[in-house]
């Protein structure tokens, strides 16, 4: 079990906006871009169509292979073409405000994206969380949210707006850059991103925001992060959590293909209508009918099932019953969630020998159902504890929050 560390910040590394240069609104970024796009950008600029392919192909390695945030870096890119992209273009990473590395190493980022339109600029926030042989990188997928988890913290941050993909995709090329996760600059033309020894080998939408209700942004940035001439994570390595917007989950499937958890909760509609109210408009009986015709379901790809532990209110024998009734017949993990609690919660966090039992029983029933380990909960970057911007953390409610993790949680 991983021990609470609290962190006062002092021992926390916390790093300055970037020294280098950073995003602004001022010109189109070329990250995000589908191949087609970035074809239809050069030619706008004044790249002769006939050689755009060839540019794309070029352009494409060196931001999604090698990872460059200049266009002066692409040395096999001529000096006049290089110019007239960086007329155009940009290619900057955006503003970190703030990194922190948690005691059990988990990091977590605090991004600023520029304004879109007439918007202020937004912050958001990206947390890795490195475990034995593997590497997590949860992103966000918009500022705050719609949907009102009564259980989440992000839930009590108004939606600000959607992510577009450019900026979920920066979440991970700069979470590679601080990782130092991409293949040395000066390697020879045509190196690939090795697969072995990477630091981030699995992406969760599990940050800020409801996936499925920015699909088109999802969508490409996912095609992206694992197109193989570029990023390529499997995409069996990439999971999407919803808190079950029904008519995008099939679509998700068949258009993005990546693995799919679904935020359950609870196993009725009186309590799911509470604990998560999408619930209202896509009751039980059509979320799991929908988890049912997701594409490429199997005993291989499974769905995970997330299930937050509530104190007295999701957690005895007979929900555990009910959980096990409610998927029968579908390749299911269960993914059991030690409530991460917030200032202002009413909510606590399941005795743990309560949620061992829990899991013994739906392990014995015959569902893998690991309990998910609080990671990174020093710098407030486990689930459901993020959030940012406007309604950033005062200190006072901080230290509330170490108060209420001390005297609830002592038992890890
Ligand atoms: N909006 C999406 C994805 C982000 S939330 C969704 O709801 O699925 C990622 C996961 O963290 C969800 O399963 C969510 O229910 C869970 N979560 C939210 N708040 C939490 C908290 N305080 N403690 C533990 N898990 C929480
Ligand atoms: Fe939004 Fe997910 Fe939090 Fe619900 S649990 S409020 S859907 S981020």
Redesign the pocket.
């Known amino acids: 079990m991983t021990s609470i560390t609290i962190d006062h910040g002092a021992d926390a590394a916390r790093m300055p906006a970037a020294a280098t240069r950073t995003l602004s609104a001022e010109k189109p970024s070329l990250v995000g871009l589908s191949r087609e796009e970035l074809a239809v950008a050069l030619i706008g600029a004044g790249v002769p169509e006939r050689q755009a392919r060839m540019r794309v192909s070029q352009l494409w390695h060196w931001l999604y292979v090698r990872g460059v945030s200049d266009f002066s870096q692409m040395f096999n890119i001529s000096k006049d073409l290089r110019a007239l992209l960086e007329r155009h273009f940009t290619i900057a990473r955006p503003e970190i405000v703030e990194e922190q590395i948690s005691g059990d190493g988990t990091r977590k980022w605090l991004f600023r994206f520029p304004p879109r339109g007439a918007g202020r600029p937004v912050e958001i926030e990206t947390v890795y969380i490195p475990e034995e042989g593997r590497g997590t990188l949860c992103l966000s997928s ?1 500022v705050g ?5 009564s ?5 009590t941050q108004k939606l600000v707006r959607n992510l577009t993909a450019e900026e979920i995709l920066a979440q991970l090329l700069v979470a590679r850059d601080r990782l130092g996760d991409f293949p040395e600059r000066d390697t020879p033309d045509g190196a690939i991103v090795p697969s072995e020894g990477r630091k981030i080998t699995n992406i969760v939408m599990m940050g ?3 996936p499925l209700y920015n699909f088109d942004e999802v969508k490409r940035a996912l095609l992206i992060a694992s197109d193989g001439d570029g990023l390529s994570l499997s995409k069996r390595r990439i999971t999407l ?3 079950g917007v029904v008519p995008e989950i099939v679509k998700a499937g068949e258009e993005i293909g990546v693995m799919l958890a679904i ?1 359950l909760h609870a196993t009725n509609d009186d309590l799911r209508d509470l604990l ?1 109210p ?1 619930n209202k408009k896509y009751p039980l009986k059509d979320l799991i009918a929908a988890c049912r015709a997701y594409p490429g379901l199997s005993n291989a790809r499974r769905i995970t099932f997330e299930y937050v532990m509530l104190r007295d209110v999701n957690d005895s024998i007979d929900d555990a019953k009910a959980l096990v009734k409610l998927l029968k017949g579908i390749p299911a993990k269960i993914n059991l969630i030690p409530f991460n609690p917030w200032p202002g919660t009413n909510y606590q966090c399941s005795e743990w020998e309560t949620i061992e039992k829990f899991a013994d029983y739906i392990n014995n029933a015959g569902y893998a159902s690991p309990i998910r380990t609080p990671r990174g909960r020093d710098i407030l970057a486990a689930c ?1 504890q993020l959030k940012s911007d406007s309604e950033r953390m005062r200190r006072v409610d901080r230290l509330a929050l170490e108060a209420m993790m001390i005297a609830g949680h002592g038992e890890e």
Do not use: A
């Open positions: 918009q949210c719609t949907l009102t988890c259980f989440c913290h992000t839930g800020m925001g409801e959590s919803t808190s935020s998560v999408i459901g």
